[in-house]
């Protein structure tokens, strides 16, 4: 969408010039392999979700991570919407709108909220494990994983192919959430 665009020429702008010596990679920019030249790069997914934006569902996020050789050390992942900001920097735990967040310690799989895609709900409807009951519908794969995080959810499934602007933020943000 024209907001994706928008979204990841403001943020390439700020971080190319605060941070000149950074990589870049984005689900919006040709890769231009900058990532591979430097320690640091920005990876940023402008509008995770962008069906449930366009559609107006309050799910999409902006995902945007520090990587440092290849791994996650600044995560944060903004859902417009709802004025939830999650973050997370290695080593230092996982926060929303600044206050500490925590996985669910729920281990039954039988109790267990699935955060799942709408077009992929069909998938796992045919598996007696899973309580029809707490699957919820979301399209963010990121939003899904913070809100893991966070502890609203228990597990967020996805069965297609992602790539690391789709994960690197969620990723670092659900590992210091525990």
Same mark, same amino acid.
């Given at each position: 969408?024209? =907001?994706?665009?928008?979204?990841?020429?403001?943020?390439?702008?700020?971080?190319?010039?605060?941070?000149?010596?950074?990589?870049?990679?984005?689900? /919006?920019? &040709?890769?231009?392999?900058?990532?591979?030249?430097?320690?640091?790069?920005?990876?940023?997914?402008?509008?995770?979700?962008?069906?449930?934006?366009? &559609?107006?569902?309050?799910?999409?996020?902006?995902?945007?991570?520090?990587?440092?050789? &290849?791994?996650?050390?600044?995560?944060?992942?903004?859902?417009?919407?709802?004025?939830?900001?999650?973050? =997370?920097?290695?080593?230092? +735990?996982?926060?929303?709108? /600044?206050?500490?967040?925590?996985?669910?310690?729920?281990?039954?799989?039988?109790?267990?909220?699935?955060?799942?895609?709408?077009?992929?709900?069909?998938?796992?409807?045919?598996?007696?494990?899973? &309580?029809?009951?707490?699957?919820?519908?979301?399209?963010?794969?990121?939003?899904?994983?913070?809100?893991?995080?966070?502890?609203?959810?228990?597990?967020?499934?996805?069965?297609?192919?992602?790539?690391?602007?789709?994960? =690197?933020?969620?990723?670092?943000?659900?590992?210091?959430? +525990?």
């Amino acid at each position: 969408t024209n =907001a994706d665009i928008k979204i990841d020429n403001f943020l390439k702008s700020i971080f190319k010039e605060n941070t000149p010596n950074f990589g870049w990679v984005s689900e /919006e920019t &040709n890769d231009n392999k900058s990532r591979l030249k430097s320690e640091y790069f920005w990876c940023l997914d402008p509008i995770d979700g962008t069906r449930s934006y366009i &559609n107006g569902k309050p799910e999409y996020t902006i995902s945007l991570a520090l990587i440092k050789k &290849n791994k996650p050390v600044m995560g944060l992942i903004l859902n417009p919407e709802t004025q939830e900001l999650f973050f =997370a920097m290695k080593d230092k +735990g996982a926060y929303c709108n /600044e206050k500490k967040i925590n996985v669910s310690q729920n281990k039954d799989i039988f109790s267990s909220k699935y955060g799942i895609s709408s077009s992929e709900i069909k998938i796992i409807q045919k598996y007696e494990c899973f &309580n029809k009951d707490n699957i919820i519908k979301m399209g963010s794969i990121a939003y899904k994983i913070a809100l893991v995080a966070k502890g609203e959810m228990d597990i967020a499934i996805s069965f297609t192919k992602k790539n690391d602007w789709d994960l =690197a933020a969620s990723d670092l943000i659900l590992k210091e959430a +525990g």
